[in-house]
């Protein structure tokens, strides 16, 4: 389906509901993207971000750790990889940490064999279909110390370097790890106490039996009001004796994780419905739970965001779980391989996952005089089409046998707040796309978003 096509559908579909989408929450017509990162001049972003900022410098810690926890965080920065297996280190554009690290020294691997990449059958994974226009999302260069561009040599693999201070903002190493912290991080308003975290969803999926799922994530870079974040994503999921268990990757943009204002590549994993305290999950590897086979692509890296009525930016994503005894493998940027979960991390999605989801998520502060202003996507609802709108396409699943299927009838649709964000779905006969999105609520006194 043509880009052309695609918003002459959406126009009709949504005509009827435009009034009541614009009575929960203002569209913000006039916000444009707060520009983007430049991959083509490098050396002017070195001059301009010479250090990452830490978390710290971002948000301050919602309540000290304790003498013993912070001893336990410090045991972790210092022991999360063994520094003598370090072949060289780099960095990034903004200034990013990056240590070369040798394959089999990674946290996943200590005591385990490297899985070797999968063979992906007769059918093969299916070329990426870019027919809507839209280019790869470039991913984050890497620089030697001169400022010259490097990478780290095969037989290694990237990993973002973890700072004490990163860790210590929380009060526990337990809400590092969270996808969302008990506690959020203090606004340092004076006399307020840390604020809770709520969380608003505009998502597509179904319940299917499957091996992995396949789509091609439109990348932006969503304005953000506070600690939170907004993202874009895909995941598999099922359910089992230890609650929800999921994989995830998407397109994140979050101070408050990564210390910047940049999108980023992430991934994410619950063993137990997100509580993440006896069976951790985390963001990026932070816990050691995702095995990297890749020499110049990790979790966490920054992306190139669309451009408003502009360039529009993808990138593929892609969950293939190899066989019913085989782990659940991560291709993305070009179908290059990224690394694996393994397996024996999960009960309820060992052999198989039985629920997709497509679409976007934003977490905020709880407690405020209104709903937050963060953006969802581009900001934007999804009647204003490609090009201002945030989309997800080329979706598909892989069947037991590792076939890839056009995957249809997303029944599943979850629209949280659908005055300030929603996700609609557009089906053909040969392509599914989830649109999402929206402005959250844009800061005037008409109240908050409806419900």
């Not at 202003?373 to 999804?382: E, L």
């Amino acid at each position: 389906m043509t880009a052309m096509n695609i918003t002459t559908l959406r126009r009709s579909v949504m005509v009827s509901l435009l009034p009541s989408v614009l009575a929960g929450c203002g569209s913000n017509d006039t916000r444009l993207m707060d520009g983007e990162l430049s991959m083509s001049n490098p050396g002017e972003l070195l001059e301009r971000e010479s250090t990452r900022r830490s978390r710290a410098d971002v948000f301050p810690a919602a309540e000290p750790p304790s003498p013993d926890e912070l001893a336990r965080m410090t045991h972790y920065v210092n022991n999360r990889i063994d520094r003598t297996k370090v072949i060289k280190s780099l960095r990034t554009a903004t200034g990013r940490k990056i240590d070369c690290l040798e394959i089999a020294a990674q946290p996943a691997l200590r005591g385990r064999p490297l899985a070797p990449v999968p063979k992906v059958g007769a059918t093969g994974i299916p070329p990426i279909d870019r027919s809507n226009g839209s280019l790869p999302g470039l991913a984050e260069p890497l620089f030697s110390a001169t400022g010259q561009p490097d990478t780290c040599a095969s037989g290694t693999v990237p990993v973002p370097d973890i700072a004490l201070d990163d860790v210590a903002r929380f009060p526990t190493l337990e809400d590092f790890f969270r996808k969302i912290p008990h506690k959020a991080p203090s606004t340092n308003r004076v006399g307020v106490l840390p604020e809770e975290y709520d969380r608003d969803w505009a998502v597509a999926g179904r319940g299917i039996t499957n091996r992995g799922a396949i789509a091609l994530i439109n990348n932006w870079r969503p304005a953000t009001a506070g600690p939170g974040f907004s993202l874009g994503q895909v995941w598999v999921s099922g359910d089992g004796m230890n609650g929800h268990e999921t994989v995830e990757v998407g397109i994140q943009r979050s101070s408050t994780i990564y210390g910047d204002t940049q999108s980023h590549f992430f991934i994410y994993s619950t063993r137990d419905s997100y509580q993440d305290a006896v069976n951790p999950g985390c963001y990026n590897n932070l816990c050691g739970d995702f095995v990297q086979v890749s020499s110049s692509l990790f979790p966490s890296m920054i992306v190139t965001p669309s451009v408003y009525n502009g360039t529009q930016y993808a990138t593929d994503v892609i969950w293939f779980k190899d066989g019913a005894d085989g782990h659940w493998w991560l291709l993305a940027f070009d179908q290059q391989w990224i690394g694996y979960y393994s397996r024996d991390l999960f009960v309820a999605i060992a052999e198989e996952s039985t629920h997709i989801n497509f679409g976007g998520e934003v977490a905020f502060l709880t407690g405020q005089s209104t709903h937050t202003s963060t953006d969802m996507g581009s900001g934007k609802y999804p009647y204003f089409g490609f090009g201002k709108a945030a989309w997800i396409d080329w979706l598909q699943f892989f069947d037991l046998s590792n076939s890839a299927h056009q995957i249809i009838d997303l029944v599943d649709l979850v629209n949280s707040r659908p005055g300030c964000y929603y996700a609609e779905v557009l089906q053909g006969s040969m392509n599914t796309q989830v649109w999402y999105g929206g402005p959250g609520y844009p800061g005037n006194t008409m109240g908050p978003c409806l419900p």
